[in-house]
């Protein structure tokens, strides 16, 4: 069983930065790919990013390429997804998803583990 936490959201003027941090806790974390992925008002979820165990094989969405930048620090059970050049489309709840398998998976059928969210809110 994993059980994750996301903070670091907030308000933020477009073309602004924020780190969003998912800290999980369980033993088998460091097992696990984990993933982003976020929902706007009125929308669908969407995938934003993922990372597989390792941290040597990551995926993002195009939409968010080359301005996010999805890590990870297993030593302490750290997701983060560095967001660079904010737009306001981007404004959405961000969670953060793991496991139960490695890899870098992008749907979110493939996570087991979902944390609550946290709110991104880009002003233009």
């Known amino acids: 069983q994993v059980q994750l936490v996301e903070s670091g959201g907030g308000l933020v003027q477009a073309g602004g930065s924020l780190r969003l941090s998912c800290a999980a806790s369980g033993r088998t974390f460091n097992a696990y790919g984990m993933g982003w992925f976020r929902q706007a008002p009125g929308k669908e979820r969407e995938f934003v990013a993922a990372?597989?165990?390792?941290?040597?094989?990551?995926y993002y969405a195009d939409s968010v390429k080359g301005r996010f930048t999805i890590s990870r620090d297993n030593a302490k059970n750290m997701v983060y997804l560095q967001m660079s050049s904010l737009k306001p489309e981007d404004t959405a709840v961000y969670c953060c998803?793991?496991?139960?398998?490695?890899?870098?998976?992008?749907?979110?059928?493939?996570?087991?583990?979902w944390g609550q969210g946290t709110q991104v809110t880009v002003s233009s």
């Open positions: 990372i597989n165990w390792h941290g040597d094989d990551t």
């Open positions: 998803a793991a496991g139960p398998g490695e890899g870098a998976y992008l749907t979110s059928r493939q996570f087991a583990y």
